[in-house]
């Protein structure tokens, strides 16, 4: 293979925007007056569960 | 032809580039902060940091344990967990006194689990990247870590499809050590394992270098920060299995209907933005930051490897192997052993002792695949 780690490093960046565009596409529109506060901790509210360790039930 | 390194232009000129880097990355954490909320911008901040840290200072999981495995040096594994331990000592209060705000990375021991952290611990010492690795691999333009990240991806998706079928073979109830007596029998285990390395460790390599001490400590600090902002720990898989699931659903698969995406949270994230994710956030920052390292230091300068195509082959099973096993096993390093731990779940434990087991195996399969020299 030819070439530097630039052409690589570019393609990452790529595939980024390539899943942020395809996001915006697919998601509902961000709205940033609905967003919970900036720390979780303290904010009253449970947290959102979506987490590597999470068992979803059935 | 020449190829011009960062080390040949002028300091003067360095700056420039070097000022336009940091520049772009508090814009892309302000454009999120505005766009989607304050919140959000700063879990991308936090993924950044992580990037950085792991890039800058040369940080990694499947890289210490390799030269434990083969050299018995484990001032890697110590740096890791002394970070484990500096988050246990803060995390550990935190998760008691905010029950309702915070969760820990909690998760059932099971048949499923144990065997998936094993085949990620080989799977990892394949590609030379676990699950943070193979993002700051991408990101620094690593090609092993390029073609790896998108199958590893594809694998955490049917991996979390699959995954109740799994669990279903069986599990023991979950256990998570809690309180002062919780942080006691974590700090202590931790320390256990540090004195058995230091016992199995060669001559000369029981000192931990200065740099990872640093690294040790930042990690902590953004793996704290990142359970006061998001209210969870630190994570990387879902994350990836979710981008898969929304490019499968943009293609027209019925993922909302599959039972783990049916599940409400889940459902949640399938129709909203990542840049609501807190582990797609955080998984953009950790390529952006390790990117952004890469390119500060003139590293993108660097000639690709000449692979040949069965190494190609094999990262691509490995990266599938990674991501799928890693759902089985409620997460990879970072969301079971380093967050598992380091918030009081046993399965954490469980995690490390089968990935190690799993990494003995890893290191002996690279060479045959034609990912190095045979030894």
């Known amino acids: 293979m030819t070439g530097t780690r630039r052409l690589t490093a570019a393609a990452a960046l790529a595939l980024v925007l390539g899943i942020l565009a395809l996001d915006k596409a697919t998601s509902t529109p961000l709205d940033p007056f609905r967003a919970p506060p900036i720390l979780a901790l303290g904010s009253g509210q449970a947290s959102g569960g979506a987490h590597c360790a999470a068992l979803p039930s059935k | ?375």
Not at chain 2, 29 to 46: D, E, K, N, S, T
Not at chain 2, 62 to 68: D, E, L, Q, S, V
Not at chain 2, 218 to 237: E, K, R, S
Not at chain 2, 327 to 355: D, M, Q, Y
Request: hydrophobic share 55%; aromatic share 10%; with cysteine.
């Open chain 2, 1 to 375: 032809m020449s190829v011009q390194t960062i080390s040949d232009i002028p300091r003067a000129s360095r700056a420039v580039p070097r000022i336009a880097l940091v520049a772009i990355a508090l814009f892309l954490c302000l454009a999120v902060a505005m766009m989607a909320g304050a919140r959000y911008g700063l879990l991308l901040a936090i993924g950044f940091g992580f990037g950085i840290t792991l890039e800058g200072l040369r940080f990694g999981f499947a890289g210490p344990w390799r030269a434990m495995i083969l050299r018995r040096e484990p001032a890697g594994i110590l740096a890791q967990l002394v970070a484990i331990g500096l988050v246990a000592i803060v995390a550990f209060p935190l998760l008691q006194s905010n029950a309702e705000e915070l969760t820990g990375a909690i998760a059932p021991v099971g048949w499923a689990m144990v065997g998936g952290a094993f085949v990620f611990g080989a799977a990892m010492q394949v590609v030379l990247g676990c699950g943070s690795g193979t993002l700051v691999n991408a990101g620094s333009g690593n090609p092993v870590g390029l073609v790896a990240l998108p199958f590893f991806a594809i694998g955490s998706f049917i991996g979390a499809t699959h995954l109740l079928w799994w669990t279903s073979l069986g599990s023991a109830p979950v256990v998570a050590f809690t309180g002062t007596s919780g942080l006691i029998v974590t700090l202590g285990a931790l320390a256990a394992v540090a004195a058995l390395l230091l016992f199995l460790a060669a001559p000369g390599t029981r000192t931990i270098p200065r740099r990872m001490w640093i690294a040790a400590l930042l990690l902590a600090l953004f793996a704290l920060a990142n359970l006061a902002v998001a209210g969870q720990p630190w994570g990387v898989v879902y994350g990836l299995g979710l981008w898969t699931a929304k490019g499968a659903a943009a293609m027209g698969s019925d993922v909302a209907a599959l039972p783990f995406w049916s599940a409400p949270a889940n459902s949640e994230r399938l129709t909203s933005s990542i840049l609501t994710d807190v582990t797609s956030l955080t998984n953009l920052g950790i390529i952006g930051g390790a990117f952004l390292v890469a390119a500060w230091r003139g590293g993108l300068a660097q000639k690709l490897p000449n692979l040949p195509p069965r190494a190609w082959v094999a990262t691509i099973i490995a990266g599938l192997l990674l991501g799928y096993s890693s759902r089985l096993a409620f997460g990879c390093n970072v969301g079971a052993f380093f967050s598992g731990i380091s918030t009081g779940s046993l399965h954490g434990w469980a995690w490390f002792a089968a990935a190690f087991a799993g990494s003995i195996a890893g290191v002996r399969l690279r060479p045959l695949l034609g990912l190095e020299g045979r030894r």
